[in-house]
Each structure stands twice: as structure tokens, then as C-alpha cells.
């Protein structure tokens, strides 16, 4: 079972900073190839893409974050560094982990294109 687990969101005023971490665990998970990503989501705007490091490290963002919030990745884990904030980067930041090729965790087969969610962590910016 592949296991995705946030952290460091909190509270923050505007123009401060935060950096999110997310780490994907499972055994052999490392002989896997796979992307990572963030994404956002509230309950008005609903999920919107954040940023995504492949697993062949080509990263993109998305428009409203570019220049302002920069990702990268180590093996398993990614980050999220989140400069000049703003009361709109207000949500529930949700890492997603995305089979680039199928890969065998213990006994069960993930296809290629396979989607591992995170239970999210919540970042508040205030005015």
C-alpha cells in the first residue's frame, strides 16, 4: 500500500511564507517511476493545479503561482515553497503521486497513469 502524507501547512499573513513537504512510502516504491504534484482545493474554486515535478524532473505550474512558489523533489518527496502569499492561496493543499509506468507494490500492479492522493494540509492566509 502506497501511503501519501502532507505536512506544513499552517496559518500566515500575507506576504509570508510557507513550505509544504509530501512523501509517498511504500516498499520498493523507489524502483517505481512516477510524478508528483500539488494541487489545491476549496470548496468554492474547487481542485486546481498547483505544480508537478515528472518523473523525468520536468516541472510545470500552474499561472496563478508561477514565479511565486517553487517546487522540487527528492526521490519520494517533494516540496512546495510558497513565497508571497495571499489571502486567495487560501486551501487545502493535496499531494498526488501518478504511476509513470506500471509497477508492481508488493503483490498489487499499478498501471501506468495510476492516482495516489494525500489527505491534504491546510493553508490560511490572512489580510
Known amino acids: 500500500q502506497v501511503q501519501v502524507v502532507e505536512s506544513g501547512g499552517g496559518s500566515v499573513q500575507a506576504g509570508g511564507s510557507l513550505r509544504l513537504s509530501c512523501v509517498a512510502s511504500?516498499?520498493?516504491?523507489?524502483?517505481?517511476?512516477?510524478?508528483m504534484a500539488w494541487y489545491r482545493q476549496t470548496p468554492t474554486a474547487g481542485r486546481e493545479f498547483v505544480s508537478r515535478?515528472?518523473?523525468?524532473?520536468i516541472i510545470t505550474y500552474g499561472n496563478s503561482v508561477q514565479g511565486r512558489f517553487t517546487v522540487s523533489r527528492e526521490e519520494t518527496t517533494i516540496y512546495l515553497q510558497m513565497n508571497s502569499l495571499s489571502p486567495e492561496d487560501t486551501a487545502m493543499y493535496i499531494c498526488?503521486?501518478?504511476?509513470?509506468?506500471?509497477?508492481?507494490?508488493?503483490?498489487?500492479?499499478?498501471?501506468?497513469?495510476?492516482?495516489?492522493w494525500g489527505q491534504g494540509t491546510q493553508v490560511t492566509v490572512s489580510s
Open positions: 498526488q503521486v501518478r504511476m509513470t509506468f506500471p509497477c508492481w507494490i508488493g503483490t498489487r500492479r499499478l498501471p501506468s497513469g495510476t492516482e495516489l
Open positions: 511504500a516498499p520498493a516504491l523507489s524502483n517505481c517511476r512516477f510524478g
Open positions: 515535478v515528472e518523473s523525468d524532473s
